[in-house]
């Protein structure tokens, strides 16, 4: 396999990312992965086939080396919900990727953009999108844009917008333009369009549209996702005054997707989005099969969350605002102090059955505290644009590396030992969460907890103080019902029983 070609997967802890490497491979190509935080791919099950490198998208000399060899560079790249400076950020990124691939004699470039109208006003995000299409086309290299709409796959921010609308409400007042015409499109097709466009000819270098067998308007495509779903169908009324603004609030609210990420996907609702051309297909011809219809990529998708078999998800991407930096290990870092909550207590369980209850905290379990206090801090971090507590988990037993966990992300992951969750909700500071199977010279089960906050200026060390009264109560809680909940699943571990939901 040395000599066959070598594609640069951007973006690779990504949605789109994380599913095209596994196709590629099966394609016959290597692959390197690219990633700002390369052990979050530590999980994936083809992490030992392919080659990983550590480099941001606007670092020129790791962009440099991440490139050499490459005979097709992916970019997957884009700032989707990354506050109001994203414009310039998608343009430096995309401008400084360019540079890089030309110099390095990259053959190709791939890019997966947004189909959009023409001559007609876009959205910040659309034409940011656009215009990231437009300066790769100009980098110099041969370059492929693929201009989808809604992609409909497990995961998916978009399915998983409309997946939660039409679930959770049966009756609706949504905006008029539901009725815009959209051409959504089955994610495995959009991933065997990006394997296909690696091989095009050396003079071909435009944009393509890509799209499925159907066009559909937005109230079509819920109305037929309840049908798949086994849902009545939904009453849905429209109004003309709606903004997108309003809409994606509610969004916000109704479904897991954070309002700053919404809005974009709401905003490029209002303009319909057909594919004008078809000409992929001389390139890359459908399959004997066809294209996956929207009954049939809806019925995937869903199988694939009974499942729990959803490999990568929208909530890969860290939310605008959330720290990405581990914790350190020196304990004076930043020239600030650390404050930390410790706590540990003896469990009458063997290191397994504690270690199982840590791994399956969150989501549908809970958080083992007071219930009424981490929803109330949920909905209050959903109004301020954070994730909340409905992001949930990705499998409801098992963690990796760059897991979303419902307002926290997992920076740390040692299997039976250590848990280690950095917080992404809205705070003045940075927080983390450590839970710990341990045990102690005795051979005794120990469970160490810390909490540790890092606070931003006058502010952040308010909010500690603020907060300091309820840690008895929200930790010492925490504390106590793990160890509980671990040396109930260790009687109950002879019948095979899992741990309950938390209290």
């Known amino acids: 396999m040395t000599d066959a070609p070598l594609a640069l997967v951007s973006g690779a802890t990504g949605y789109i990312g994380g599913r095209l490497v596994p196709e590629l491979l099966a394609a016959g190509m290597r692959v390197r992965a690219m990633a700002r935080h390369p052990d979050r791919l530590d999980g994936r099950p083809w992490r030992s086939s392919i ?17 050499d060899g490459v005979d097709v560079a992916y970019y997957l790249i884009h700032s989707l919900g990354t506050g109001s400076t994203f414009e310039e950020r998608d343009r430096r990124t995309a401008r400084t990727f360019g540079v890089a691939a030309r110099r390095a004699g990259v053959g190709r470039i791939v ?30 290299v041969p370059t492929t844009v693929l201009q ?64 499925g067998p159907e066009v559909l308007t937005y109230r079509q495509m819920m109305q037929r996702y309840a049908a798949v779903a086994g849902l009545p169908p939904r009453v849905i009324r429209t109004v ?118 840590i791994e399956g905290i969150g989501g549908a379990h809970g958080w083992y505290s007071w219930r009424l206090g981490w929803g109330a801090r949920g909905l209050m971090d959903r109004v301020f644009g954070g994730p909340g507590l409905r992001r949930g988990r990705r499998h409801p037993h098992q963690l990796a590396v760059g897991d979303a966990l419902d307002w926290w992300r997992v920076e740390k992951l040692d299997d039976g030992h250590l848990l280690r969750l950095r917080a992404e909700m809205r705070l003045p500071g940075e927080a983390w969460l450590e839970l710990v199977a341990d045990t102690d010279d005795a051979g005794r089960t120990v469970f160490r907890q810390r909490a540790i906050y890092h606070p931003h200026g006058l502010l952040g060390q308010a909010y500690w103080w603020a907060v300091y009264p309820f840690h008895g109560v929200v930790f010492g809680g925490m504390q106590r019902n793990i160890a509980r909940a671990a040396e109930e699943a260790a009687k109950e571990s002879t019948d095979g029983a899992t741990p309950g939901t938390a209290p």
């Open 148 to 211: 989808a709409a809604v992609i409909i796959g497990s995961g998916s921010a978009s399915f998983e917008m409309m997946r939660y609308l039409t679930e959770r409400l049966p009756a609706m007042i949504a905006p008029k333009w539901l009725e815009n015409r959209i051409q959504p499109i089955a994610v495995r097709d959009v991933l065997r369009y990006l394997v296909g466009a690696a091989s095009m000819p050396a003079e071909v270098s435009r944009a393509f549209d890509i799209g």
């Open 51 to 67: 080659e990983v490198v550590a480099a941001d998208a606007l670092d020129e000399d790791a962009l440099a080396a991440a490139m």
């Open 240 to 357: 003309p005054v709606l903004t997108p603004r309003l809409a994606s609030h509610w969004v916000g609210l109704v479904t897991p997707v954070p309002a700053g990420l919404a809005r974009p996907l709401v905003e490029s609702l209002i303009h319909e989005v057909v594919a004008k051309e078809e000409d992929i297909k001389a390139y890359v011809p459908d399959p004997p099969e066809g294209l996956i219809g929207f009954d049939r990529a809806v019925e995937l998708a869903l199988q694939r969350v009974r499942d729990f078999d959803v490999s990568t998800s929208w909530s890969s991407a860290s939310p605008a605002g959330a720290p990405s930096d581990p914790l350190p290990d020196d304990p004076d870092w930043a020239g600030g102090s650390l404050q930390v909550d410790e706590r540990e207590t003896v469990v009458d369980a063997g290191a397994d059955d504690l270690w199982t209850v």
């Open 111 to 140: 890019y997966l953009g947004g189909l959009h109208p023409e001559e007609e006003e876009l959205s910040a995000h659309l034409s940011s999108r656009k215009e990231v299409g437009e300066i790769l086309l100009a980098s110099g």
